[in-house]
């Protein structure tokens, strides 16, 4: 159907997440960078000197940018949630809800738990560093073991659990099933986290997921962290996110460079395939990617259209075309993946309703608030993967054009559901 390289040739270097395609658009030669294990991202730098200043100065405009932005919103917070709540008196009957005091809450909380994570984090390294005296942990699995329970703590209970109920949001599980599982749908609770694991398997996983938002990152965290130690393949811009920064380095994850260039991806994709490359029988290692590389937006499946059409790309736009709710999905990324799976299954994960904080204009409005939201999960078995290039880029499309017609569906619900409430 499409090749490969087309598709990654139609890739933009501007996106926010997932796997970025081999090719460039900007113009400057971007420097050479190397892998290391100091943080899970490339660098320019090889000297650990220069590597720990680097970590260190990011992190000191983060962390004193959220410590600022804090101390003000909580100073600002009384007069502000008078305003909010004038606001959501007016528009109460519109909406059916407070949202604007909800988004509110949502930022206060959201910097308070961050503050909470680069404390945790520093009492954590304390408490090891203590322990070392008593056990010295030589091969770091007690590290390990404590960074995975933190993981799951701040990223499963903090972020996911406490953000969804200050929006109010519903999220609802569904799993596809097929001749190795047994579906079924329900509301998220602990039991259903439960029993998804226990269908699922616990085991090695590769989850290819749909982006729309600034909330899906947040979806297998708060789903898997309990019963898997959770990889993620993210934009290394991430780091930014001080919390993030900070726990993201301590297990294996992957925080990947955009603008590497043509030649400077190969360094990318070799973190990548590490990703991986060790996964092992009933080890319950999971690893994330996002394969449209970008939040999906309207304006943004124009502008891949677009660039199909001027590259004359007929077979690439057709397809493109065909999808309404999701972008072309990019396959570099994920081929290099399932070439380096040894054992995984996969998993394909999309949702619907957390779209509506595909910006921060929407957020701002309250648009994601008392949403029920909707998270479908379909396993392929490791063996079922198709083993050819081709095969298996002729399969991952078909999934995303199946997961676009998921969305389609929701889609009709929802606006059905919203008219009967209207009338």
């Known amino acids: ?39 899970g991202y490339s660098s320019i730098y090889t000297n650990p000197i220069a590597l720990w200043a680097e970590k260190w100065r990011r992190r000191a405009i983060s ?19 008078l305003v909010a709540l004038a606001f959501d008196a007016v528009l109460y009957k519109k909406r059916g809800g407070l949202n604007y005091v909800r988004v509110l809450s949502f930022f206060e909380v959201y910097l308070v738990i ?23 942990d030589k091969d770091k699995t007690r590290w390990t073991k404590w960074c995975y329970w933190y993981q799951s703590w701040w990223g499963g209970t903090m972020l996911f ?12 599980i569904e799993l596809v099933g097929n001749k190795d599982i047994k579906g079924f749908e329900g509301k998220f609770t602990s039991s259903t986290k ?21 909330a899906d990152t947040l979806v297998p965290q708060g789903i898997f962290s309990y019963y898997f130690n959770m990889r993620y393949i993210v934009k290394k811009e991430l780091l930014w996110d001080p919390a993030l920064d ?16 043509t030649e400077g991806m190969d360094v990318e994709m070799d973190a990548i395939k590490a990703m991986v490359s060790d996964f092992k029988p009933k080890v319950p290692s999971v690893t994330c990617i996002w394969p449209e ?16 059409k001027k590259k004359g790309d007929t077979r690439s736009f057709d397809f493109a075309s065909k999808l309404k709710h999701t972008l072309m999905p990019r396959v570099g990324g994920a081929l290099t993946l399932l070439d380096s799976n040894p054992c995984g299954d996969v998993i394909f994960c999309t949702h619907y309703g957390l779209e509506a904080s595909s910006n921060f204009a929407q957020m701002m409005k309250g648009e994601l608030c ?12 490791f063996n079922d993967i198709p083993k050819s290039k081709q095969e298996r880029i002729e399969w991952l499309l078909s999934k995303w054009v199946e997961i676009d017609r998921w969305i389609e569906e929701k889609e009709i619900e929802f606006k059905s559901e919203k008219k009967k409430k209207t009338n």
């Open 370 to 381: 008392n949403r029920k939201v909707h998270i479908r999960f379909e396993q392929v078995k």
């Open 246 to 261: 900070i726990s993201g380095s301590r297990t294996k994850n992957f925080f990947l460079f955009r603008d590497a260039g």
């Open 194 to 214: 439960k029993r998804l694991a226990e269908s699922l398997g616990i085991g090695p996983k590769i989850v290819f997921l749909r982006h729309a938002s600034f």
């Open 161 to 172: 659990g406490w953000l969804a109920l200050t929006l109010g949001l519903e999220p609802h």
């Open 293 to 308: 590389g970008t939040r999906f937006t309207k304006s943004k499946r124009e502008k891949v259209l677009e660039s199909f």
């Open 114 to 136: 961050e503050l909470i994570a680069i404390i945790s984090n520093f009492i954590i390294y304390i408490v090891y560093m203590v322990s070392l005296i008593v056990d010295f």
């Open 63 to 81: 962390m004193s940018m959220i410590l600022l932005v804090l101390v003000v919103l909580t100073a600002l917070f009384p007069l502000l949630a």
């Open 1 to 39: 159907m499409i090749s490969e390289q087309k598709q990654q040739g139609s890739s933009s270097s501007s996106n926010s997440g997932g796997i970025a395609s081999a090719s460039s658009t900007s113009t400057r030669k971007p420097q050479k960078r190397y892998l290391h294990n100091y943080g």
